[in-house]
Structure formats: structure tokens, C-alpha cells
């Protein structure tokens, strides 16, 4: 049985431990503090922070395989241990780009699939920081509109989604500006043409360390457009079957784009002499889609875990994404992603802090 080693410990944390329990799996966490949700049911608890090099380093050293329940980790400790032979899924390179907004933007570009137009917003206070707290430089928001309006001449202007490149989760990273009296982001970030969307889709993508791949089904987003978060899921999302077809489908090479640029990757480290470096492209993958009034799919942006556009497929598919993830870490073939009758996740909330 495989010591598999999760970082994080939150509610994904906790579903993929009662997940694995009919099949004896065993998981470890990596939990910021004492008690959260995956840490009371977890079979070993470590408490550090996860973006903490030294913490990660020490929590993988009894796990055969890592993984990670958020994007917000330490990926120098993940690349360190996958050059010392350490099993991590997804590989640390791909979570290195998929926390960069950006990069996402212009790998899928690359690979030529569809998004909204976009464009950098540069300013130099921002060029080697994180956050703007770190650049240890104010910047108003004046200055940051400036800076909009010229990256934004070749999207026609306003109304504008502005994006940060990091740390934008649940609804946070995210300013929708109408016109330049609107108060920016203070962070490294890009701008999107304000798409009309006429629905918000998302499609699961399994691949299990043996190159299989699983889709699950079109699932349909509803927002909450005030707190810009999920309030509910429709499995099959309420389009039509060639629609459902091409979502499915801009997903998988949306997937497929992740691994060629890894591999891609691997040969570049490969030809720097380092044999053990051989990362293996797994793992549960969200792909979140706008589907545009004018009828077109574009990718919005993609998560190396799982989602919570996938709570739905406890109840109703064969292999929750719970179950399909640990059995991915825990080197199983994949289970059927089949539907098993349409269903709807109501996503409660509690307030801030309760």
C-alpha cells in the first residue's frame, strides 16, 4: 500500500480521504494548523506551512507519492523532490505554470486554443514581484488605469476583466472594470476583453499514471454575481449535445497542451544530464470554460485538482473525482467517468471566520 502524501487540508483534503477509506488507502497531510477539515480523519498529520520549503521537504520523507489539494505551495521544494526521484502528481512544472495566470494564457495560446483576448499589463514596480508588497513600491491606481489603457488599445477598450497572475482564488484576483474611474488590482496582472457570456462550464479530465485519460461530462457553473463565487453545478450542463461534444473536447487538448509542454520540459532538463529527474504526467485536472453568447467555448482557466465543479459526481457518476483521484495517487486505472442520472450541487457557504 502506497504512503500517499497530501498537501493541503482542506474539505478537497477531507472527500479524498473518505473516498479512499473503502480501499484501505493510506493518506498523510500536510496541514497549515490543528483542527481543519482533512486533518481530524487523516491517517498522519504534519503541521507546517505549505508554503514552507523546509516543511514540505520533511513531510515527503515518508510518503511514496506526493500531490497537493491547492495551488498555493512551495513548487521549489516539488521540484527538488522530483529531481531526487520523488513521485509528484501533478509534476511540479505543471503546477508552476498553472499558478501563473499568464502563463496559462499563453501556453494555451501556443497550443492554439481558444480564450478571451488578453493583454500583459506592465508596469516596473510589478516586473519582479509576486504581490505588490513585495516590490517594496506604491503604485497608484491612477497610474495602474494608465498602464490598462494602453495594453487595453488593441482589445477596444473598456468595459475589461482584470486578472492577477497569482494568488487569485474564490473569487479573489478578479476586478471587472467598466471604465478608468474603477478601482484596479494592486498586483502583476493581465487584462481580458469583457466576454457577454451566455453560460460558465467546466469539464473534468482524469489521467492515471499508465497515459489513460477519463472525461467526465459537461457540467453547467451558476454564479453568485455578487461574491463572484460558485453557487451551483448541473450535471449535464443545459446545452446542446454538440456543444456538450466540443466542450468535452476542448478540454482534452486543453489537458493534452499541459502535457506536451511537460514533455517538452523534461527533454530540456534531460539534456542538462539529469537522469533522475522523470516526472510522470498524472493527475485530476478542471478545465472552466465561458461559453459565449455567440456561441463559442473559451477556456477560462485550469486547476491541477479537484473541483469544486466536480462535488456533483459523488452522487451522480460512477467514479466520484474523489475516488478518481486517489486512484491516480495510489497507481490504480482509472474508474468509469460515466453519468449515472443528471444531478445539482447547491454550494453553501458559511460566513467569513464562523
Known sequence: MKNIGLIGAGQLGRMTIEA?????????????DYPSPASTIADEVYVGELE???????????????SYEIEHVNTDALHDLELSGKLVIPPAYILDVIKDKQKQKEMLN????????????????????????????????SEIIQAIQESAQTLGGFPLVQKARRGGYDGQGVAVLNG????????????????????????LCAVDVFGNTGMYPCVEMVFDARANLCDSVLMPARISEELQREAVSIAKKTVEALQAMLLAHIQTIASEKNNNYKPIFAGMFAVEMFLATDGSILVNEIAPRPHNSGHVTIENCVTSQFMQYYRILAGYPLGSTEMVCPGMMINLLGEPDT
Open 20 to 32: 479512499a477509506r473503502p480501499l484501505l488507502g493510506h493518506i498523510s497531510v500536510l496541514s497549515p
Open 52 to 66: 514552507d520549503y523546509n516543511a514540505i521537504m520533511e513531510f515527503a520523507e515518508e510518503a511514496d507519492v506526493l
Open 110 to 141: 501556443k497550443a492554439g486554443i481558444p480564450t478571451a483576448p488578453w493583454r500583459e499589463v506592465y508596469l516596473p514596480e510589478f516586473a519582479d514581484s509576486n504581490e505588490l508588497k513585495d516590490s517594496g513600491k506604491s503604485v497608484s491606481d
Open 180 to 203: 478608468p474611474h474603477d478601482k484596479p488590482l494592486h498586483a502583476p496582472s493581465f487584462i481580458e476583453k469583457k466576454i457577454e457570456i451566455e453560460k460558465e462550464l467546466a469539464v
